[in-house]
């Protein structure tokens, strides 16, 4: 089964400043896809990026970019020019072909103004 | 407009009784619908999967005549929690994915914006 590992249960960075969350995955398949959701006090999942495990290109949304490490099976979320709105949880996720989504642990972020 | 919404957003109920909740897409045709369980300050638990006309397909450790998914139309999913127990008490997450009414197929999922239930 795929599993979905976030090491940081808490993170927090300044005002204006930037901040990498982490994010391990572990599966033996070729083809997946791989989320970053944000979910704020409203609950609501909010989609931040996506990447096709096919791309080599890493994605990029705005302030939002990923580092996808295939081989390393690392896709870390980078976060430049923290916002207050981006205070929220992260949930990294994992969708294989099958269709399965899987959530990691999340990770707090805070931001301090 | 969302996607998917869900009703109630919250609700309370007796130990011992059942209760359903409705996950509705608009615009778009739900062919495959996924519902999640989120306990306080946890990740997002997948419960069962369910296909338009077809039974759900059950996680693990997930009691199916306990939790029961009804997914009849392209636009409606329930999920009944039935005999209600404490231990149910948790956050209901429904998600989406199929193809838009009026415009093609997309492989996004669609969350819905959860069910508090709080059984006493």
């Known amino acids: 089964a795929q599993t979905v590992t976030q090491s940081q249960p808490e993170m927090s960075v300044q005002e204006a400043e930037t901040v990498t969350l982490s994010c391990t995955y572990d599966?033996?398949?070729?083809?997946?896809?791989l989320f970053w959701y944000k979910q704020p006090p409203s609950r609501q999942m909010i989609l931040v990026i996506r990447?096709?495990?096919?791309?080599?290109q890493n994605a990029t949304e705005n302030r939002f970019s990923v580092n996808f490490q295939k081989a390393a099976k690392s896709f870390s979320l980078k976060i430049s020019d923290s916002q207050l709105g981006d205070a929220a949880m992260y949930f990294c996720?994992?969708?294989?072909?099958?269709?399965?989504?899987?959530f990691g642990a999340g990770t707090r972020l805070t931001v301090k103004p | 407009g969302a996607v998917v919404s869900q009703h109630p957003s919250w609700v309370i109920c007796k130990s011992g009784t059942s209760v359903k909740i409705e996950c509705r897409s608009l615009?778009?045709?739900?062919?495959?619908m996924f519902w999640y369980r989120q306990f306080p300050k946890q990740s997002l638990m997948l419960m069962a999967t369910?296909?338009?006309?077809?039974?759900?397909?059950?996680e693990q450790g997930v009691e199916k005549d306990k939790f029961l998914i009804n997914h009849a139309s392209l636009t409606l999913s329930t999920l009944t929690v039935t005999s209600a127990h404490p231990e149910d008490s948790s956050f209901y997450i429904c998600?989406?994915?199929?193809?838009?009414?009026?415009?093609?197929?997309?492989?996004?999922?669609?969350f819905g914006p959860g069910t508090r239930l709080t059984v006493l």
């Open positions: 369910s296909n338009e006309g077809s039974k759900a397909t059950y």
């Open positions: 990447q096709e495990a096919y791309k080599q």
């Open positions: 998600s989406a994915r199929g193809r838009w009414t009026v415009g093609g197929r997309t492989d996004t999922q669609y």
């Open positions: 599966t033996s398949e070729s083809d997946y896809y």
């Open positions: 615009d778009f045709q739900a062919t495959t």
């Open positions: 996720a994992y969708r294989s072909a099958n269709n399965d989504m899987r």
